[in-house]
């Protein structure tokens, strides 16, 4: 599959050893570019919770319109951006704003992701899209490939991939210091909201700020209950992705890009309970990845629900985080701990005197959204573009489709498709409301 950037050449070009800034340099073919020095004109699609954190991360470009299917986050953000225009179905913003607009946001609930950011890059407009990049794999190929078709900058709203101690981490382990990698190991503490529980089946009335039809978009029709909106939609397959959907962008982020993963051979999971309307209260997912260039075949588990990898993973550590990530290597391991990698530790402490010798060989970052920013106005892509991030989510979601599936997959990436497993199709493709079709 073509891809919107190659990830390596990219990152050789623009990482300065030893001074480790970043370059914001012009680059050719990025659509509509714009001086360093002018405003983006930005469309931002929710407004509420994330989507609320990217317009105020682009209030110093123009906000030039506001979009939510919740009045009470959009009433607030028309209040502080007065000259933004007001919609509430981002379809019809898209239709009406389109030859004013540059870029868009998207920070809505999952299943709006791949429905808004698609309809966007379709107008060769650049797209922020918060983590899961998409609801389904298949919508996270066509994200990437329409990255790549439009020649559009983009980002996965994957904030700490900007944080040096995670790009250090990457560095530190690209450069042989824990040896060579053959496993790694990721969890969350998540679900913190409710899964593994049916559909409600009392109907109370739809408050009347929330616009019921426009936030089912494109999932089946149900009626309104509180614990779907706001925030609990993530637990519900039809909106959201789970726990691993909510963290996994995050915690799997620093192994998938120091150990260059791509797509999983196999993926199995296990979990209690399978619920066909909500994820389970805890999960362990196992994926095995193909060796690659100097890289032997690695295995990657992940867990949620409190459930956590051995103990012994972890010497000397005398209580994991609740998020995490340890690479286990035939030197030594490394605990990245929380998403982001708010910090890290090499382990057995002491042991790896090598890491201090290791040279910055990454770009640091201006700031996450920056990046996206300067790269909408023809500077150097951003990290967490399309063409790695739906390959991220690609292979996330897939633990998912396993779960969903409750068999083993044998996977077939270049077919988008599980080999052994025709019933993981409608997992990999959901159907969608007519008029809200990727």
């Known amino acids: 599959m073509t891809r919107s950037v190659k990830r390596r050449e990219f990152l050789k070009n623009a990482g300065v050893a030893g001074a480790g800034f970043w370059i914001a340099g012009r680059q050719s073919g990025y659509g509509q570019e714009k001086s360093p020095n002018a405003k983006l004109n930005v469309a931002c699609i929710g407004v509420g919770g994330r989507g609320r954190a990217s317009l105020d991360a682009c209030r110093n470009e123009t906000i030039a319109a506001v979009c939510d299917i919740d009045d009470k986050p959009l009433d607030k953000a028309c209040v502080d951006f007065p000259k933004a225009k007001r919609y509430n179905d981002y379809r019809e913003m898209l239709e009406k704003e389109a030859g004013s607009i540059d870029a868009v946001t998207v920070g809505t609930p999952d299943h709006h992701h791949a429905p808004a950011a698609a309809r966007a890059m379709a107008l060769k407009k650049h797209a922020y899209v918060e983590k899961p990049l998409t609801h389904s794999v298949y919508e996270a190929r066509v994200l990437g490939e329409l990255a790549a078709k439009n020649k559009l900058a983009t980002q996965m709203g994957t904030q700490g991939h900007a944080n040096a101690k995670l790009r250090r981490v990457v560095e530190l382990v690209q450069a042989g210091v824990l ?34 039809d426009l936030f089912l978009g494109p999932a089946p029709a149900r009626p309104y209950h509180p614990c779907y909106h706001p925030f609990k939609w993530r637990g519900w397959w039809d ?12 915690l799997m982020d620093p192994v998938f890009w120091a150990l260059d993963l791509g797509a999983p051979t196999t993926v199995e999971a296990e979990g209690e309970p399978r619920n066909p309307e909500t994820g389970p209260t805890w999960c362990i997912i196992r994926y095995e990845f193909p060796a690659k260039g100097k890289r032997p075949p690695l295995k990657m588990t992940w867990y949620d629900g409190l459930k956590l990898p051995p103990a012994e993973l972890a010497p000397g550590v005398e209580k994991l985080p609740l998020n995490g990530a340890i690479f286990v290597g035939e030197k030594g391991n490394l605990l990245a701990i929380e998403e982001g990698v708010r910090e890290y530790k090499l382990l057995p402490e002491g042991k790896l005197p090598d890491a201090e010798q290791v040279k910055p060989t990454l770009p ?15 500077g150097a892509p951003a990290l967490s573009e399309f063409g790695y991030a739906s390959n991220l989510t690609e292979a996330v979601l897939l633990g998912n489709v396993a779960f969903r599936a409750g068999k083993k997959l044998e996977w077939d990436s270049a077919q988008l498709k599980a080999s052994n497993c025709p ?11 007519k008029g809200w079709e990727v």
């Open 239 to 250: 909106f959201g992705t789970g726990a691993l959907g909510d963290m996994a962008c995050h």
């Open 423 to 433: 019933e993981a199709s409608q997992y990999i493709k959901r159907e969608y409301t």
């Open 364 to 378: 640091r970052s201006p700031g996450h959204h920056v990046e996206w920013i300067q790269a909408c106005k023809g």
């Open 179 to 212: 040896g060579t990698v053959r496993e790694a190991h990721v969890w969350s503490n998540r679900p913190i909201w409710p899964q593994g529980i049916d559909r409600p089946k009392d109907t109370p009335p739809t408050p009347p700020q929330i616009h019921w």
